[in-house]
């Protein structure tokens, strides 16, 4: 099982310059995915957003191995029909 996990501040480039984001995103990887996926974290503080990018990928290989019910499913389920 080979997962790629990332912590990173995001950055962009405005008038030439290298400008850091002020929150946190990651880059997930699970086994299986074409390629990675960046998700905001939106935290200012690097120990919260390692303890959230933990917590999303827990649910997310919990979702995979069919323990959870995935997070869209779920959402859909709430709504109600009519």
Known sequence: MHNEVILVSAETK?????????????EIQLDGDPKPKRQSLRTTDKRVA?????????????ERAGLLVPEALAAS????LS
Do not use: F, Y
């Open 14 to 26: 405005k008038d030439g310059k290298t400008i850091t984001a002020k929150t946190w995103s990651c």
């Open 50 to 62: 390692q303890k959230r990018l933990n917590a999303i990928v827990v649910r997310m290989e919990q």
């Open 77 to 80: 389920a709430q709504k109600p």
